[in-house]
């Protein structure tokens, strides 16, 4: 479980971009559009990105940034993951 200090700002986010061969349609460059939209709209302050390109999305252990962002947000130093699609 999350501990949040007071001081600690409830906006802050992390987006998370994956790029597979089987979408290639969604560029990060357009992923990342989309995830800076929905921050703004929301209110929302994008703290770090992680990117995996050309990896599988079935499991997370090949997928070395989306395990860093894991273990930032359990950290506590986001409260939020922005992502443009689960598939």
């Not at 559009?33 to 999305?57: H, M, Q, T, V």
């Not at 070395?64 to 930032?72: A, E, G, K, R, V």
Request: hydrophobic share 35%.
């Amino acid at each position: 479980m999350v501990t949040r200090t007071k001081n600690q700002p409830k906006n802050q986010a992390v987006s998370y971009i994956r790029m597979s061969t089987e979408h290639q349609e969604f560029s990060p460059d357009l992923q990342r559009c989309f995830i800076e939209n929905y921050a703004k709209e929301n209110g929302l302050e994008i703290i770090r990105e992680y990117i995996d390109e050309g990896k599988s999305g079935l499991t997370a252990e090949h997928r070395p940034q989306f395990l860093s962002m894991i273990q930032l947000v359990q950290s506590g130093q986001a409260t939020s993951i922005i992502f443009w699609c689960m598939t």
